[in-house]
């Protein structure tokens, strides 16, 4: 069994920066992709990026530029830096093993002045 818990949500002003992580206990990751998805409210959950297990990256364009998603595999961990942030990326972030398809519970990022 894996259990995903995800950290360093909160409250910034926008044009800030925010940095979430990922750990993985049990068993780690799968082999397969990691990825980072956000849920609005009112709005149904979507896709902001993911990283595979050799590192290379994908994004939602919404976010390109902006976040950057990292991973270390020795820690089980996966990082997403979150720079410029705007009231439109106030969600609950959550993470996902592509691989064991295991959900963490959240993280909420608001962006407000």
């Known amino acids: 069994q894996v259990q995903l818990v995800e950290s360093g949500g909160g409250l910034v002003q926008p044009g800030g920066s925010l940095t979430l992580s990922c750990t993985a206990s049990?068993?780690?990751?799968?082999?397969?992709?990691v990825g980072w998805f956000r849920q609005a409210p009112g709005e149904e959950r979507k896709f902001v990026a993911l990283?595979?297990?050799?590192?290379?990256?994908k994004y939602a364009d919404g976010v390109k530029g902006r976040f950057t998603i990292s991973r270390n595999n020795a820690k089980n961990t996966v990082s997403l830096q979150m720079n410029n942030l705007q009231p439109e990326d106030t969600a609950d972030y959550y993470c996902?093993?592509?691989?064991?398809?295991?959900w963490g519970h959240g993280t909420q990022v608001i962006v407000s002045s």
């Open positions: 996902f093993d592509f691989g064991s398809l295991y």
């Open positions: 990283i595979y297990r050799s590192k290379v990256p």
């Open positions: 049990g068993r780690g990751f799968s082999v397969e992709a």
